[in-house]
T-cell receptor, first 110, second 115 residues
Framework: SQTIHQWPATLVQPVGSPLSLECTVE??????LYWYRQAAGRGLQLLFY??????ISSEVPQNLSASRPQDRQFILSSKKLLLSDSGFYLC?????????FGPGTRLTVL | KQEVTQIPAALSVPEGENLVLNCSFT??????LQWFRQDPGKGLTSLLL?????REQTSGRLNASLDKSSGRSTLYIAASQPGDSATYLC??????????????FGQGTILTVHP
């Protein structure tokens, strides 16, 4: 069966510090991968998606970037965090039809 | 641009009631629609997936319907239980080869079922 992992589960970072969130998927190959952000009081916003290794598409202009160094690994990064980057970050994968989500990372930028 | 709206924003019911959550979308050119459940501080759990050619899907006490032409879906929960308390999210996937499985989400309905 397929599983999706995210780490860390929670993170508190100062403004201006770098960020690296990791997502890995098990039990499938060549999935489409997605990063979403859920800010307090707002819905889920798609940040990036990837259809293959090294292929990244950005949905909104922002302070973040994404990379896919391996088939089942998706990384969300920032060189300098902003207060507005705080939120709940969710990784998801999709193959054929249904989309499945990871447990999320709660990021607080102080 | 696809927009998804969920009504009501919040719902509080006594245990045992049957209830309906509503989802509407502005662009009827969808590939499928998915209902999710989110518990506080957790990720999303997929409840039901309805393909654009289908009218409804059922799983246990849950039944989801889809009227693509009118841009509406409903999630029906029978005999609600306190364990059903969560946020319910509706999401649509656009049709066409460039959608890449991307989902557009509604804001969710916060459901509270009290004993």
């Amino acid at each position: 069966s397929q599983t999706i992992h995210q780490w860390p589960a929670t993170l508190v970072q100062p403004v201006g510090s770098p960020l690296s969130l990791e997502c890995t998927v098990e039990g499938t190959s060549n999935p489409n991968l997605y990063w979403y952000r859920q800010a307090a009081g707002r819905g889920l916003q798609l940040l990036f998606y990837s259809v293959g290794i090294g292929q990244i598409s950005s949905e909104v202009p922002q302070n973040l970037s994404a990379s896919r160094p391996q088939d089942r690994q998706f990384i969300l990064s920032s060189k300098k965090l902003l207060l507005s980057d705080s939120g709940f970050y969710l990784c998801a994968w999709n193959k054929y039809n249904e989309q499945f989500f990871g447990p999320g990372t709660r990021l607080t930028v102080l | 641009k696809q927009e998804v709206t969920q009504i009501p924003a919040a719902l509080s019911v006594p245990e045992g009631e049957n209830l309906v959550l509503n989802c509407s979308f502005t662009d009827s050119a969808i590939y499928n629609l998915q209902w999710f459940r989110q518990d506080p501080g957790k990720g999303l759990t997929s409840l039901l997936l309805i393909q654009s050619s289908q009218r409804e899907q059922t799983s246990g006490r849950l039944n989801a319907s889809l009227d693509k032409s009118s841009g509406r879906s409903t999630l029906y929960i029978a005999a609600s239980q306190p364990g059903d308390s969560a946020t319910y999210l509706c999401a649509v996937r656009g049709a066409g080869g460039t959608s890449y499985g991307k989902l557009t989400f509604g804001q969710g309905t916060i459901l509270t079922v009290h004993p």
